[in-house]
């Protein structure tokens, strides 16, 4: 199966762009949200973190996020410590996800796909691209959140330079009429390759 990865910075709509491929019956999977899944559903993640973060870490059965958000941005080796409980669960999952998926190829989103090395298992990566103020912007109105969050989450990512790089393919996610005119193209040049 032909794995195609698509990242970009917090607010740059991969998301949207995920649903345009979604559009030409492409699988997509969505890498936080499976996160979420898992962080509440598997006993060996919860166990693990709640060795790390305390009991504080779920409420109810549910995810603490306002607490752990706290005790990470502020904490490398924390962020670090939760990510290797559960990313290696993540890319299980993942792996599990693809074989069940009939399709030319499959995409997976995901924010750090660099970060976390995922990207090493791609085939094709697409790296969505917009500039500052417009992806803050759409945060502040997404999330109600503060202008220091989203600077703070930004600094934690890679910048855009270093992702298109070592990308396959860019969008620019400037106007939704150009995002998926140039999705169409990239869909029709991953078939090329791959057929």
């Known amino acids: 199966m032909t794995i195609v990865g698509l990242t970009g910075g917090i607010g740059s709509g991969k998301s949207t762009v995920a649903k345009a491929f979604q559009a030409y019956g492409i699988p997509v999977y969505i890498s936080d949200d499976e996160a979420k899944a898992l962080m509440v559903t598997s ?23 306002p607490y752990i958000s706290d005790k990470i941005y502020n904490d490398k080796a924390l962020l670090q410590k939760m990510n290797a409980i559960v990313h290696p669960r993540v890319a299980q999952h ?49 999330d109600q959140t503060t202008v220091a969050k989203i600077e703070a989450i930004m ?41």
């Open 94 to 142: 993942f792996k599990d996800w693809v074989s069940a998926q009939q399709a030319p190829y499959v995409l997976k989103e995901a924010a750090i796909l660099f970060e976390s090395d995922a990207h090493k298992n791609c085939n094709f990566i697409i790296t969505v691209v917009l500039d500052k103020a417009t992806k803050i912007e759409r945060l502040l109105q997404r």
């Open 43 to 65: 006993s060996e993640i919860i166990t693990e973190l709640k060795a790390v973060f305390g009991a504080e870490a779920y409420i109810n059965g549910a995810l603490n996020k």
């Open 155 to 195: 600094k934690q990512q890679w910048p855009d330079e270093r992702r298109i790089e070592l990308s396959d393919f860019v969008i620019e996610n400037d106007t939704m009429e150009h995002m998926q005119r140039q999705v169409g193209q990239i869909h029709n040049t991953i078939l090329n390759k791959i057929s």
